[in-house]
């Protein structure tokens, strides 16, 4: 069974940095890239970022390019992967959700992971 278990956010304020975290365990070992989706409030979710099972590769939306960056922690105890995110704003609320897929590199597509995490309120105050 995989499980990704979803740390970090909060209230911030409008210019502070946030770090989310995502752990795996289960059958995903280190071979999964991993994405990360984000819901404001009365809107659908949306694709933030995705890595590949390497950190070779990453993609961001246009919204937040230049500000939030990936990274993971493969091959230890637990993977992990990480979302930086920088100088938010208050457009950058919501709940934010990991996502993990067997394919080593993912997509922005929903619909091409098939693990996620329960994840995350991050409430910026402008």
């Known amino acids: 069974q995989v499980r990704l278990i979803q740390s970090g956010g909060g209230l911030v304020q409008a210019g502070d940095s946030v770090r989310l975290s995502c752990s795996a365990s289960g059958s995903l070992f280190a071979n999964y890239a991993l994405g990360w989706f984000r819901q404001a409030p009365g809107k659908e979710r949306e694709f933030v970022a995705v890595g590949s099972w390497n ?17 993971i922690s493969r091959g230890s105890a637990r993977n992990t992967d990480y979302l930086q995110m920088n100088n938010l ?17 993912g997509s922005r597509l929903q619909e091409g992971f098939g693990f996620w995490g329960r994840g995350t309120q991050v409430t910026v105050s402008p």
């Not at 950190?55 to 990274?71: L, N």
């Open 55 to 71: 950190g070779d590769s990453t993609e961001y939306a246009d919204s937040v390019k230049g500000r939030f960056t990936t990274s």
């Open 89 to 105: 704003t208050a457009e950058d609320t919501g709940v934010y959700y990991c996502a993990a897929t067997f394919r080593r590199y």
